[in-house]
């Protein structure tokens, strides 16, 4: 199973998600502003389709993405999970080294 954090933390995927956050876009538009070929464009929007960050409608010869609003929302929680875990972390670090550090009753005479 494709991991959203994962997937979105990759340079060229985040500019999509940026890119996306403006409105829906077609992959033309979309390559148009990256290095990489249009087909490489694609497969990164298929992943970001997979876990479920942006989603795509068919229009003629067209594919139109535009940010999946529950994808997006998940992916900020599973980030804040993270982030409140890891503050938690640095807390508990940050206690423990303090008490480590603090001088002992027969230190302090």
């Excluded at 409105?23 to 490489?40: C, Y």
């Excluded at 929302?73 to 550090?101: G, I, P, S, Y």
Aim: glycine share 4%; net charge negative; aromatic share 6%.
């Amino acid at each position: 199973m494709l991991d959203p954090l994962e997937v979105a933390a990759e340079p060229n995927r985040r500019r999509l998600l940026h890119l996306l956050a403006a409105g829906e876009r077609t992959v033309t538009e979309l390559a148009a502003g990256f290095t990489v070929s249009r087909s490489a464009v694609s497969q990164h929007l298929l992943l970001l389709e997979q876990v479920g960050l942006v989603s795509a409608r068919k229009e003629g010869r067209n594919r139109y993405y535009c940010l999946d609003a529950a994808g997006m929302r998940n992916l900020r929680l599973l980030f804040e999970q993270f982030w409140t875990t890891e503050l938690d972390m640095l807390v508990d670090d940050a206690r423990n080294f303090t008490t480590d550090r603090l001088p002992t009753s027969e230190e302090s005479s």
